[in-house]
Nanobody, 116 residues
């Protein structure tokens, strides 16, 4: 079975940092582009960042550019999201997704709350 399990969320003060992880299993991780998305109650998902297969290319939403960094470890089958200079508007459930050709998977999320 395909599994994408996000972890590392929590409560952090504005300006703080968190590192999210998403552990994958059940598919050939190295072939897949990996993305992070986030969602707040009552709104649709917001795309945050993507890293291609091999990790050579990354892209970010304007709202997080310069503050967040996506990376991957194909040996550990894990994708990371380093989040710095967090703002209250970053509060959301964060989850990862995998995509390769017509196949896509989405995992369970982890709550990030930025509040003083």
């Amino acid at each position: 079975d395909v599994q994408l399990q996000a972890s590392g969320g929590g409560l952090v003060q504005p300006g703080g940092s968190l590192r999210l992880s998403c552990a994958a299993s059940g598919f050939t991780f190295s072939r897949y582009a990996m993305s992070w998305l986030r969602q707040v109650p009552g709104k649709g998902p917001e795309w945050v960042s993507i890293i291609n297969s091999g990790g050579a290319t990354t892209k970010y939403a304007d709202s997080v550019k310069g503050r967040f960094t996506i990376s991957r470890d194909d040996v550990k089958k894990t994708v990371y999201l380093q989040m710095n200079s967090l703002k209250p508007e970053d509060t959301a459930v964060y989850y990862c997704a995998a995509g390769y050709n017509s196949r896509s998977y989405r995992g369970q999320g982890t709550q990030v709350t930025v509040s003083s």
